[in-house]
């Protein structure tokens, strides 16, 4: 359902194992692992070919039923913009003054599903999960590569002097041989790399789809509040003044746009992958 397992590091370190491991990784994982990451560019290529054509089709809106269409991952579900306006009213419940005096407040307020990636299921958890996951192996493979070079540096500077002192002896060999920690240290590396390169793909992918939901709700906030300041909204203490657009563009350049999230999911099973999804 998803793809080549695994989470992502960051730009220039991906393909570490592969560069600076002494290792070679199985030809038939890597002909799998190909094929894994053929099928995430397909993803990619179908998720905006399926976009655009809704989009000409003026078909914007992801609902719950495509909650796990695969093209549609990176779409923000069941997106709303709420726009309220407060006034004021007597006791009698009769308006007080015309429309423009009596308007107190207008608020602004954006509704939308969880940004996760539902098509990819939870089964081991969300993307905080998986990136810790990584984070582990990559730790591991740092630790052993780190012990197999000072055992290889330490057997190349004693070498001249044991084979100077008996060509022949064993001690020439076997702290590298095929029993030896060198060589137990090689084949856990190996394992690891391979682990560590098929997982990246996934948490890459995964978290660039719930990235984009995220991104189109912070820009859907976004044009919604200056949306409402152009029109000539009042803020929250009832202000109206020409130049509040400015003033709040102003605020935004200088200081950025604040973004908050209110979740309304559990932290039980499935919702709780789809909470570290968000959290990532």
Not at 6 to 18: D, F, K, N, V, Y
Not at 36 to 45: A, F, Y
Not at 64 to 90: C, D, P, R, W
Request: charged share 20%.
């Amino acid at each position: 359902s998803s793809s080549s397992g695994g989470e992502e590091e960051e730009e220039g370190e991906a393909s570490l194992p592969s560069r600076l491991l002494p290792v070679e990784l199985n030809l038939r994982w890597c002909d799998r692992h190909v094929t894994h990451l053929l099928r995430d560019l397909q993803i990619l290529t179908r998720s905006v070919q399926m976009t655009e054509s809704l989009f000409e089709r003026g078909r914007c809106f992801r609902g719950s039923k495509l909650k796990k269409t695969i093209e549609l991952q990176g779409v923000a579900m069941n997106l709303h913009a709420q726009l309220f306006m407060v006034e004021e009213y007597g006791p009698d419940g009769r308006p007080l003054g015309p429309s423009p005096s009596r308007r107190m407040a207008d608020y602004d307020l954006v509704t939308h599903g969880a940004p996760a990636v539902h098509a990819f299921g939870f089964a081991r958890g969300g993307l905080t999960v998986l990136e810790r996951g990584l984070a582990q192996t990559r730790l591991s493979l740092a630790t052993k590569l780190d012990r197999y070079l000072s055992l290889r540096n330490s057997h190349l500077s004693a070498l001249p002097q044991v084979v100077k002192a008996d060509p022949n002896s064993s001690q020439a060999s076997g702290c590298m041989g095929p029993s030896s920690e060198a060589s137990e240290l090689l084949r856990d590396l190996r394992s690891l790399a391979m682990q560590y390169e098929g997982r990246q793909a996934e948490v890459a992918l995964r978290r660039a789809l719930a990235l984009s939901q995220g991104l189109t709700i912070a820009a859907l906030s976004l044009a919604t509040k200056l949306m409402l300041l152009a029109s000539g909204g009042c803020g929250a203490d009832g202000s109206n003044s020409p130049t509040m657009l400015e003033d709040a563009a102003g605020r935004w350049a200088a200081h950025g746009y604040l973004c908050y999230l209110s979740g309304l999911v559990s932290t039980h099973a499935k919702e709780l992958g789809m909470s570290q999804d968000v959290d990532s």
